[in-house]
């Protein structure tokens, strides 16, 4: 099939065809992120305003791990259609930062001390069993967005970390102060991810500029950008419907009634 | 990536591990569908229980529109995995089925009669460009699956057709019942997926009696319904959040309270 065409179908007036300047670029991006990043959710707020109970906040990192695992899975699928060895060896960092030098280190270790830390068993979060499948959905497809676009898109897609420091801020300082099952060292995630995530985002917005020099290729940028805002919205939305209202479950999903606590 | 680890791990206990007769994994599978089909989704409660206003079944019928439109790509991409010309000719009636012989033909131009009738604009519904992410995310999930499992999987993955005659039953009826605006022509897609269905569905479950040979091959097959339920389900989930409650439309996503009525 064509993936554009199913993934992605976006009407452009036609008078709306010119060039953008790099910077022209760069503010649609923004203002994508403006809108469509998902610090404008409702669950954002409701985790970082204190007014989750421990079980939602398990069910929200138990399906944010499932994401975590699979952005090696995700860097290394770019990685592997990059020709360049100097973008390789930029891009690669990406997946060190994830997996890190040794056992116990690396973006997904740290995550995996934030679910210790909430309580939930280690096998459960790893095994994925107990996931919303909404969650699995939106993970696979970033990662066959990734395998399957040009290059260039699959770059943009990882642009949504250029609003993580925002929202990380925030996530932190709302969850300590709000949750006492939270600790400084359960977040240490987010420490990493504060001087991790400028640094790549920096470096991607740069590369989209300067390699998008179509005006097809600068909207399928921003459509690329508007897709992984997509997939992380929809990740929220699935924990919003499950664990917040309705408080509909799917059949299998984690359900923080049963836990022991 | 590891598509079996990645989608559907499911531990079994050691002593449940001996082969099933074909009679026993035919009532796996139909306990299967008994638990987790859509069916049991409050949303198909409400749509056929004439408790949607026009608006929200507009938005089931946009949203159901992506699965028809996708049905002859995922029944493409396992023709092109199937070696027996005997099974290809078997394969290739549900593509004529969906895909009709001329066009205005086959259940994707019958089903644009549904959203015709229900005021929706046929550009609108076929640029699929205000579905919700997740109904995207969800069918694109199929046709991965279709693509990247084993072939038994992927026929297995149909199976959900086995329940289909009973919620085509009630929708027919229910709709017809209780929406002034719903007519018996705008349902004609449900007339012929009520013969095309169960000869379709009694093929599968058929054929993965008699090629699941191990018990690994039958634990496949069931997991590959599991999955396919959990498509269904998670589509109706999407729904439910953004057009019943709490309705929290995604941004870009159908709004019926901003369509000419």
Known sequence: MNAS???????LAPHDRELLSPEQLEARLRA????????????????HGGQ??????QAWALNRFEYQRCIPLKDAALL?????PQLRRVWRQRIVDHDGEREGDGGIARWLHLTDALGLDRELVESGRALLPA?????????????????LEAIASSLTEL???????????????????????????????LHQA????????????????????QDAVCDALRFKCEVL?????????????????????????RMPS
Chains 1, 2 share one sequence.
């Open 5 to 11: 065409a199913a993934d992605l179908p976006r009407a």
């Open 32 to 47: 994508i992120g403006a809108e469509r990043y998902h610090d404008k959710h409702p669950f954002h707020g409701l985790l």
């Open 52 to 57: 989750l109970d421990r079980g939602q906040v």
């Open 80 to 84: 592997a259609r990059i020709e360049d």
């Open 135 to 151: 969650t699995r959905f939106a993970v696979q497809a970033y990662i066959h967005f990734v395998r399957e676009r040009s290059l």
């Open 163 to 193: 609003f993580a420091p925002t929202i990380i801020g925030q996530r932190v300082a709302g969850m300590l102060a709000n949750y006492d099952f939270v600790s400084p060292k359960a977040l240490a995630y987010f420490d990493s991810r």
């Open 198 to 217: 400028p640094q790549d985002a920096n470096f991607a917005l740069d590369y989209v500029k300067r390699h998008a020099r179509t005006r097809e290729q």
């Open 233 to 257: 919205w929809s990740m929220l939305d699935a924990l919003h419907l499950a664990y917040v209202e309705p408080r509909l479950i799917p059949p299998g999903a984690f359900d923080p009634r």
